[in-house]
């Protein structure tokens, strides 16, 4: 598989699935009270893992932060 293909596609799905948790913290009212419990900042820890990691929290948080105010 092309290195360049697979670092996009790890960044789309990291980039996904921490708009998927923001959406499913959203929806439980766990990120709009006085104490925020936000799932999706566990991800924050993938950068250690794969360099794919930046470029999709960056896009994810970016996302998240668009479409949910």
Same mark, same amino acid.
């Given at each position: ?6 670092? %996009?596609?790890?960044?789309?799905? %990291?980039? $996904?699935?921490? !708009?998927?948790? !923001? &959406? %499913? $913290? ?17 991800? !924050? %820890?993938?950068?250690? &893992? !794969?360099? $794919?990691?930046?470029?999709?929290? &960056? ?11």
């Amino acid at each position: 598989m092309n290195k360049k293909i697979k670092f %996009i596609t790890q960044a789309a799905v %990291i980039a $996904a699935l921490y !708009t998927v948790l !923001t &959406f %499913i $913290a959203n929806a439980l009212g766990l990120a709009n009270q006085a104490i925020q419990v936000r799932i999706s900042e566990a991800l !924050t %820890i993938l950068p250690v &893992f !794969t360099h $794919a990691a930046i470029p999709g929290l &960056f896009a994810g948080c970016l996302l998240s932060n668009v479409l949910t105010g």
